[in-house]
Structure formats: structure tokens, C-alpha cells
């Protein structure tokens, strides 16, 4: 076994395990990938103070996410098709998850279902939801997340339509999808990923197919979604949602202070400062660069969270830094599944606890409460705060 030491080790080690097609739909943008690129470029331009002589020991990472302890400020994202990256992947991430004590984030087009979930973790985890033009299946999903015991809804509002991937199209991952010999052939030289996915609990996107109540398969549910996603989708939608769901309420795919503002007025918990990974609006700014304007005008009176480019502790460490109260990680626990499974995501996890761990030290800090704009480098130029 490759002795594992960063999340770049991750991601090769999955690129050999899991065939190209679903590879490259965690790994890729869309469109030119702009945005995809500029989150992890903008989030590796920016540089700390380093400080010498400053007591740091008996650091703690612990923090509070969503009005929840934790062990560190950083979820699982909700990421689609998980899956298909390793059988039963949502329920192994959830459980990795649970016993580094933070949070896992189902997303809507997981493979395993809300129950799923439930079954295979003791504690609470949070749940994603796309709004389709079919409404009944909004209520209908969001019931189980309450009847499952979700603390924590996520209300994606960046994906009224869906972005063009050029990968997915080229590699035939569409709806209906496209099988060449060159996926075909891929599929077959993989087979213990092959094996694990069939011996999975699930092979369609559970959450559809409860809804449903027929047994079509992965690319008919997938193309019941794609079919019914809403691009009437508007901020009506919000206080509708807010009506079926009591519990803490995020708003996913933020980018601009307006929108931040107008979430908070409508009494949402919470916003995640994101562009989907750089898989929705190519050209649109990095997480990072947006993230200082949004803190300051809504951080007061909502809880600011961030997603996008974070592949080490040190990407955790400046987020915090420029305003965020934690973060979400998706292609980074997806490497970390593909390659390893279950203990794959445990390894990112203490990967990126590690480096926050060492980097707060090397910056003068012992306690998540400790980390501010004053920990980065201004080179009077600007860069400290993008």
C-alpha cells in the first residue's frame, strides 16, 4: 500500500481504482473550468504570519457547526452518485464521518437512501435537497429527513439548470448514458469496484426511487431529476421550504452579498459560500475571493459556511481566517472513498485535522475561536484579504 500523506495522494490513488467516467465527474468542472481551477489557485495564492515563541500547545480544534459541536469546523459535503464511487459510499463516508465526531451532508441524488443512513450511524447528520418542478417530492423527501432525525436541511440554490460538463459528455456519463468500448472496457479492468458497487445495498438514486415507488433503475431516476429540475426555482421557494422544515436551514451556493443579504432576511440559519465545486456557472469567482465580502456584510446575523478547493488543513485554516465558521469538503473524502474506502475517508478526515492542527500552532493559535484576518500575510498589497 502507497504510504498516504496528502490528499493528492488520494486522488491518484483513486484515479486508478474507479473507472475514468466516474473519476472524472468528481474530478472535473464545467465548461472551460474557469472556477474549478481558481478555488484551489486563489486558496493556494493567499500566505499566513508565520510566529515563533507563542504557547501552543494543548491546541483544540473543537468548534460548533450549525449550533452543533464538533470536532473540528469542517462537514461532508453532499455530493451526488457517491455510490458509484465505492458501494454503500454514502453510509461508509457517514460512518467515517461519525467517528471523527463531525457531521456527514446526504445529498438529494445519493445512491443510498435518508434511511439508509440512518441505519448505518447512531448520531445526527444533515440533509441536501434540490428543489424539483414535482413539489410532492420536496415534501414527501424532506418528511423522511425529519422522520430520520436531519438536523440540518441544505437548500441548493445554484442549480436551477444544470452546468455543462464536458468530461461527463465525452465519457458518455450522460442521460440516458452512452456506453463505448472505451467505458465498457474500463469498467471490466476494474473489477473490485465493479464488484463492490454490485454488492452494494443500492444501485439507483434511493431517495428518488422511494419516491417513485418503482423499481426503474439508476439512469431512469437519473432522468426523472433531470427532467424535473426547476429553473422557476426563486426565493418564494425559501419561505415555502422554511414552512416544512423546523430545524436549522442553509442555503447552499452562495456567491454575492445581495443574495447573502436576502437569505438572511428570510430567516435562513445559514449559507454556504460556493459555486459547486466550479461545476455550475464558469467565470464566476472563486469561493475564497468571495468569501471576505459576504462574512463582513452578513456575519453578524447568519452563520457563514464555505465549500469549494479545500485539499488540506491549511485551505481549512484560511477560510476561517477570511470569515467562514467551517467548511464542507467533497472531492477530497471522494478521493479518499474511491481509493480506500471507508478507511479512505477516515484518512482525508485526519489529514486535514493534522495540517489545521500544525498550521494553528505555526500561526499563534491554539482554539478555532483564536483564528482571524490577523493570522495571514499582508504584503501591503493586498493579498491578505484577496
Known amino acids: 500500500m502507497p504510504i498516504v500523506t496528502n490528499i493528492e495522494d488520494l486522488r491518484l490513488l483513486a484515479r486508478r481504482k474507479i473507472p475514468r467516467a466516474i473519476f472524472e465527474y468528481v474530478d472535473r468542472g464545467s465548461y472551460d473550468e474557469i472556477s474549478y481551477r481558481a478555488n484551489s489557485e486563489d486558496l493556494k495564492a493567499i500566505r499566513f504570519r508565520q510566529r515563533v515563541l507563542i504557547d501552543a500547545d494543548n491546541r483544540s480544534l473543537a468548534a460548533t457547526m450549525l449550533g452543533e459541536k464538533v470536532a473540528m469546523p469542517v462537514a461532508i459535503a453532499p455530493t451526488g452518485l457517491t455510490g458509484l464511487v465505492h458501494g454503500d459510499g454514502e453510509m461508509l463516508a457517514a460512518r467515517a464521518a461519525e467517528k471523527a465526531g463531525i457531521r456527514f451532508t446526504l445529498s438529494t441524488m445519493s445512491i443510498c437512501s435518508i434511511e439508509d443512513i ?6 445526527p447528520f444533515w440533509f441536501q435537497l434540490y428543489v424539483f418542478r414535482d413539489r410532492g417530492f420536496s415534501e414527501q423527501v424532506i418528511a423522511r429527513a425529519r422522520a430520520a432525525g436531519c438536523t440540518a436541511l441544505f437548500l441548493t440554490v445554484d442549480l436551477p439548470l444544470r452546468g455543462q460538463r464536458h468530461a461527463d459528455i465525452k465519457n458518455g456519463l450522460e442521460v440516458p448514458p452512452k456506453l463505448t468500448l472505451r ?10 469496484w465493479t464488484f463492490g458497487v454490485l454488492m452494494g445495498r443500492r444501485k439507483s438514486f434511493g431517495n428518488i426511487d422511494a419516491y417513485l415507488k418503482e423499481k426503474r433503475g439508476v439512469w431512469a431516476a437519473g432522468a426523472w431529476a433531470n427532467d424535473n429540475f426547476d ?4 426565493w418564494k421557494d425559501v419561505g415555502w421550504i422554511r414552512g416544512l422544515w423546523p430545524g436549522k436551514l442553509v442555503l ?3 456567491l454575492d452579498v445581495e443574495d447573502a443579504k436576502k437569505a438572511a432576511d428570510l430567516g435562513a440559519d445559514a449559507i454556504v459560500v460556493s459555486n459547486h465545486g466550479g461545476r455550475q456557472l464558469d467565470g464566476a469567482p472563486s469561493t475564497i475571493a468571495a468569501l471576505p465580502r459576504i462574512a ?5 446575523r447568519i452563520e457563514v459556511l464555505f465549500d469549494g478547493g479545500i485539499r488540506s488543513g491549511q485551505d481549512v485554516l484560511k477560510a476561517l481566517a477570511l470569515g467562514a465558521r467551517g467548511c464542507l469538503i467533497g472531492r477530497a473524502f471522494l478521493y479518499g472513498l474511491a481509493a480506500m474506502g471507508e478507511a479512505g475517508v477516515a484518512k482525508a478526515l485526519s489529514l486535514i485535522a493534522e495540517e489545521l492542527r500544525v498550521s494553528m500552532a505555526l500561526t499563534g493559535v491554539r ?5 482571524g484576518r490577523d493570522i495571514l500575510f499582508d504584503d501591503h498589497g493586498g493579498r491578505r484579504a484577496m
Not at 440512518?118 to 448520531?123: E, H, M, Q
Not at 467505458?183 to 473490485?192: G, L, Q, T, V, Y
Open 118 to 123: 440512518r441505519s448505518a450511524i447512531s448520531g
Open 183 to 192: 467505458n465498457a472496457f474500463d469498467i471490466i479492468s476494474k473489477p473490485a
Open 231 to 234: 429553473a422557476s426555482l426563486s
Open 252 to 254: 447552499k451556493g452562495v
Open 296 to 300: 463582513e456584510s452578513v456575519g453578524d
Open 367 to 371: 482554539s478555532i475561536d483564536e483564528i
